[in-house]
């Protein structure tokens, strides 16, 4: 059983670019969550998708904006490319509804340069 | 956003001692969660606590749910060279689904 599934695992990226991560939750899971974790930092919530839409949305700018697939895969789309977007990229799927744990992915691991 | 203060910040420990850590939090939740991250690896969940007061133990691993509901701790027994990692406390309250999650604890275990 496969378990949340990040691409790509590394990236470079130029400032003022656009990138796009990608993520498969864990079979039987419909939400995912989105988590952007600085160096030596706890993750940092972004936003969650549920049936296809944004349920729910950190403090982040609206350069970040997502997007969930009918099969509940996610993508997380970054515009304008910032030095400080510079982090470990987290996706997290779980059931909706408290009480239910995340499962994790490995991450995707973004340098601005 | 909500801020969860984990203490210590990092801990070095000879092999076969015990480890305790905590989380506070200014907010009360409903759930708290404990996760462990190796270098390079996404979070993975250690143990769940949905009830103020609850003492649930995964071998030798056992987390508390604090009556206030606004702490939470972990211990670890014995503890071996692979318990080496960031330790994470997350909240979450009962009417959505984000959690907030600590500043860590880094552990380090000298054989």
């Known amino acids: 059983d496969a378990g949340v599934t990040q691409s790509p695992t590394h990236l470079i990226k130029t400032r003022g670019q656009q990138v796009t991560l990608r993520c498969s939750p864990k079979s039987g899971h419909d939400t995912v969550s989105w988590y952007q974790q600085a160096l030596g930092q706890g993750p940092q919530f972004i936003f969650q998708?549920?049936?296809?839409?944004?349920?729910q949305r950190g403090n982040f700018p609206d350069r970040f904006s997502g997007h969930q697939f009918p099969n509940y895969s996610s993508e997380l789309n970054v515009n304008a490319l910032l030095l400080g977007d510079s982090a470990l990229y987290l996706c997290?799927?779980?059931?909706?509804?408290?009480?239910?744990?995340?499962?994790f992915g490995s991450g995707t691991r973004l340098t601005v340069v | 956003g909500q801020q969860l203060n984990q203490s210590p910040q990092s801990m070095f420990i000879q092999e076969g001692e015990d480890v305790s850590m905590n989380c506070t939090s200014s907010s009360i939740f409903n759930t708290w969660l404990w996760y462990k991250q190796d270098p390079g690896e996404g979070p993975v969940l250690l143990i769940a606590l949905y009830k103020a007061g609850e003492l649930t133990s995964n071998g030798r691993l056992t987390a508390q749910f604090g009556i206030t509901r606004k702490d939470s701790f972990l211990n670890i027994s014995a503890s071996i060279p692979s318990d080496v990692g960031i330790y994470f406390c997350a909240g979450q309250f009962n009417t959505g689904n984000q959690f907030y999650f600590g500043t860590g604890t880094s552990l380090t275990v000298i054989p």
């Open positions: 997290a799927s779980s059931l909706l509804g408290p009480g239910y744990g995340y499962t």
């Open positions: 998708y549920y049936e296809e839409e944004e349920r």
